[in-house]
C-alpha cells in the first residue's frame, strides 16, 4: 500500500497526528449507528424500565455523549475538538425485523472545525451499545452488538458522504 494515501502514516512509514494547522473551520457533522439485538423479554425489561441497575436508555445516551467528548484520549491520533452537539437516538425494533428484537443506537455529533467528528460518532454510539450490554448482561448473555458504521457526514474537503447500509 503507498504510504502517501494514509494520512496517519508519514514517508517513512511512522505514525503521525495530521497537520490541519492550515485547514479552514467549516461546519462539520457526523452519524454513526449500532444494533443490539436481544431476547424479546430483555428488550421488554428495557422498555418498562425494569432492569435492576435502573434507566437503561438515559444510561447509555449520558455514556454515548461522554465517550464523543473523550475521543481524542481514547483513539492515540484523533485530535481533541470543541463539539457543538450531541444528539443519541436509541429506536427500538428500528430495521430488525419480527424474529428479531433489540435497539438501533443513532449518534449525531457536530462541531464547528478543522476535523471531521466521523471517530466520534462512532465511538459514541460504540459506548452507548456496550452500556445497555453492560446494564441487561444479567438477564442475557446472548445479546450481540453489531452493524457499527458511518452512516453520513457532511463538511470538510471530502465533502458530504452518505454510506450505504448493507
Known sequence: MNNK?????????????VDITSKPNTQRLAIASAEIHMEKKSLELIQKGHTKKGDVYTTAKIAGIQA???TAELIPLCHSLLINDIQIEII?????????????IISTVQSNGKTGVEMEAL?????????IYDMTKAIDKSMKITNIHLVEKRGGQTGDIVTKQN
Request: hydrophobic letters at 30%; zero cysteines.
Open 68 to 70: 464523543a467528548k473523550k
Open 5 to 17: 494515501s494514509l494520512s496517519h502514516i508519514d514517508s517513512k512509514g511512522n505514525a503521525q497526528m
Open 123 to 131: 465511538v459514541s454510539v460504540t459506548t452507548a451499545s456496550l452500556t
Open 92 to 104: 427500538d425494533d428500528k430495521i430488525l425485523g419480527e424474529e428479531q428484537h433489540g435497539l438501533t
